[in-house]
């Protein structure tokens, strides 16, 4: 199996499986000079780690991450930047059901296909644990970006009910287990994902990732575009069937003339844009506007209601998952889709200062 790296000159690759004795990832391309840390990258993981409501998988990971090259007296060297997450709370036996068996809307079936083997143990590659890698990868990458770079993301939507943008707050993400910024929202997705729990079944979700302070000048044209690679990693993210950037789908129900971004000068010689329907990119580049991008999860394919289907053997089977799994796995996916927005952005960032080193950090014009 290839293709378990991205990026260019910032590179991730990612190695292990769920129930392997590790999962781990390299960092390459990393500038020197970086203050880094295991205390840098942890708090990021443990916003992601299971078993921290009942809303998510009762797996108790502590998901303790631990530097193994690239950092020397606690500055990164240039070096490649390696990284291991211990395994401690895996469950094998949990699957012995479905050993011969594919789950339907799982990578089951496709990976015994391509492959003809399987790891069965909580899907192996496929399970969504591998993103603790990207987490701590997207940690990495904020150092390459600074602090005037801030990305945010939360969740927007759970099943049928989403929020009232109204009463968008970003302080209220880190006050609930979902990452939901209308405070009122919460206690309805609450009743809702319990008695869905309850009932063996799933909720699919919708993510929002924000990144403000970037610098004009990001992506290339025409197969370089920066709108392209954000949506290529938010879309290799577990579960994810869907990503749009800006209005995104809903700008096809918009004329030209509402959909349209349009501009003005501020008096220092700087581009006002009056809106920002296109997600701060435009032809591909960013355009120092936030950029916004917003990515669908599917329900989780794990649940204990009994569904249709076959075996190995060619046999038509019924499968229900035992085990620990996320009735939304979308909630965990919130800290997954802010640290692929980094990872590109910090990827892209690099490639921008060495094609043009002297280019602007903002959207200035020279005056008449």
Known sequence: MSHNSFGHLFRVTSWGESHGPAIGGIV????????????????????????????????????????????????????????????????????????????????????????????????????????????????????????????????????????????FEWDEVNRNPFFCPDPQAVPLWEESLAATRKAGSSLGAVIEVVAEGLPPGLGAPLYGKLDADIAAALMSINAVKGVEIGEGFSGAALDGESNADEMRMNPDGTVQFLSNHAGGILGGISTGQPVVARFAVKPTSSILTPRQSVDRFGAEVEVLTKGRHDPCVGIRAVPVGEAMLACVLADHLLRHRAQNPEAPSQARLPRN
């Open 28 to 167: 390459d391309g990393c500038p020197p000079g970086l203050a880094l840390s295991e205390a840098d990258i942890q708090p990021f993981l443990d916003r992601r780690r299971p078993g921290q409501s009942k809303f998510v998988t009762q797996r108790q990971e502590p998901d303790q991450v631990r530097l193994l090259s690239g950092v020397f007296e606690g500055m990164t060297t240039g070096t490649p930047i390696a990284f291991m997450i211990e395994n401690q709370d895996q469950r094998s036996k949990d699957y012995g059901d479905i050993r011969d068996r594919f789950r339907p809307g799982h990578a089951d079936l496709t990976y015994h296909l391509k492959y003809g083997v399987r790891d069965y143990r909580g899907g192996g590659r496929s399970s969504a644990r591998e993103t603790a890698i990207r987490v701590a990868a997207g940690a990495i990458a904020r150092k390459v970006l600074g602090d005037a770079i801030a990305i945010r993301g939360a969740m927007v939507a759970m099943g049928p009910l989403g929020i009232n943008r109204t009463r």
